[in-house]
Each structure stands twice: as structure tokens, then as C-alpha cells.
């Protein structure tokens, strides 16, 4: 019986393996895409919170990117986007002491749950070493069905390409959710809104969107925020 038992022990460990890695990539830069609702009575709380763990998280090993940013159109929602030189410096700021403090305090003024969303990079590039005020950022949660995944990363990295040619452009970059692979993270930069109006009109904008609509598992979401 115990032989029987550690058979099935293994076998499991073996089968859990690809999923685990799978989940987590071991190497490469590691991103986090933060979505954050709050009582509508407690946005100026929450801004205050969120500019305090993100002046403590840049500060911390490996960071590469700690951007937080206010929903224009709904202003008790809130947004972070995270890069880390690796996934170990991801892991460890996770479980630091500056973001377990945060959501502590944040708790209690939550509308929803705290969803946030580890990544990796399929289409990314540097970010801008400074935003102008009137700078609009876009995050877009794009959802296709399983068999089209591969379909949709060509997809979003020619959408990359092709956007990134645009001179109003400051940054646009697509990760890959590590525990849905057919599940992405859209991330732009623009100078101003009439920049981002311009590139949903433009033609490869326009071809894009047309070819994900049959692919897709949900709504396209895209939504529009301010950098706090």
C-alpha cells in the first residue's frame, strides 16, 4: 500500500509540474497587471495609499516599473502596472512587507476584490522616460478562446508593430496572463486623447479588431485612465 501510495504521489508531482511551470515563467522580465474598485467615497484614501506603496516599491530590488494610474470615466477605480527584472524579484516584493501593509489598509475601503494578474511579455519595449499631463493610458483585456491563442499573439504583435509607428504614440506593449494563456493584457501610452481617438480610426486599429471579434471569449475591455 505504501509503494501503491508513493506511485500516485509522483505521479501527481510529475503531472502538477507543467502546470506550475506553466504558470510562472522562470526567467525573463515579470509583469503585473493590478485591477483595483474602491468605495466611491474613498478615492482621495486610495490615491493616497497607492502613491505610498508605489514610492516604496520602486524603490525596491529589480523593479523596473511601478505605474498607478486612475480610471477617467469611473474614478474609483484604479489600476497598477508592475515590471520586474524576474520573476524572483516579483515573488519578493509579493510578499514584502510595503504591499502586505497596503492591502491591509486598502481592505477595508475595497468595493470588490483585489485582482491582480502575473504575466509575462509577448510584445514589449521600453518605457518612456517621462508622461506628459495630458497623457492617456490605455489597458485593454483581451479574452479569446483557447485554440486561438497563438492566433491572437501574432495578432497582438503586429498590432505592436504597426501602432507603434504612430507619432502620438508613447508606449504599447501585450503580455501573456501566466495562469490563462489565452488570456492578455494590452498596455498603451498616448500623449493626449485625440491621439488615442485617432488610433482607434486607424486602419490597422480597425483590422485588428475585426479579425479578433470571432475569436473572442468576452468583450473587448478597454478602458482609459490618468497616471496619479
Not at 166 to 172: A, D, H, M
Not at 200 to 218: H, I, Q, Y
Request: charged share 25%; net charge positive.
Amino acid at each position: 500500500m505504501k509503494v501503491f501510495c508513493g506511485m500516485l504521489i509522483a505521479a501527481a508531482t510529475i503531472a502538477a509540474a507543467p502546470m506550475a511551470l506553466a504558470q510562472a515563467p522562470a526567467s525573463g522580465t515579470a509583469y503585473v497587471v493590478t485591477y483595483i474598485e474602491i468605495l466611491p467615497s474613498a478615492q482621495g484614501e486610495a490615491a493616497g495609499l497607492l502613491k505610498q506603496v508605489a514610492a516604496a516599491s520602486r524603490k525596491e530590488a529589480g523593479n523596473q516599473r511601478f505605474d498607478i494610474l486612475q480610471r477617467i470615466d469611473r474614478k474609483n477605480q484604479f489600476a497598477i502596472l508592475e515590471a520586474w527584472t524576474d520573476l524572483k524579484a516579483a515573488e519578493a516584493h509579493a510578499a514584502g512587507a510595503a504591499l502586505k501593509q497596503f492591502k491591509d489598509k486598502l481592505k477595508p475601503i475595497q468595493a470588490s476584490f483585489y485582482d491582480e494578474r502575473p504575466s509575462k511579455g509577448i510584445a514589449v519595449a521600453p518605457s518612456p522616460s517621462s508622461v506628459g499631463r495630458n497623457a492617456i493610458f490605455a489597458i485593454t483585456h483581451v479574452d479569446v478562446t483557447p485554440p486561438n491563442t497563438d492566433g491572437c499573439i501574432a495578432m497582438l504583435k503586429k498590432l505592436a508593430d504597426d501602432t507603434r509607428k504612430e507619432t502620438k504614440s508613447e508606449q504599447f506593449e501585450a503580455w501573456q496572463q501566466n495562469n490563462r494563456a489565452n488570456h492578455f493584457t494590452v498596455t498603451e501610452i498616448w500623449k493626449d486623447r485625440a491621439a488615442i481617438d485617432s488610433h482607434v480610426m486607424a486602419a490597422a486599429t480597425k483590422d485588428f479588431r475585426e479579425k479578433l471579434g470571432p475569436m473572442s471569449g468576452a468583450l473587448y475591455d478597454e478602458r482609459l485612465y490618468k497616471s496619479l
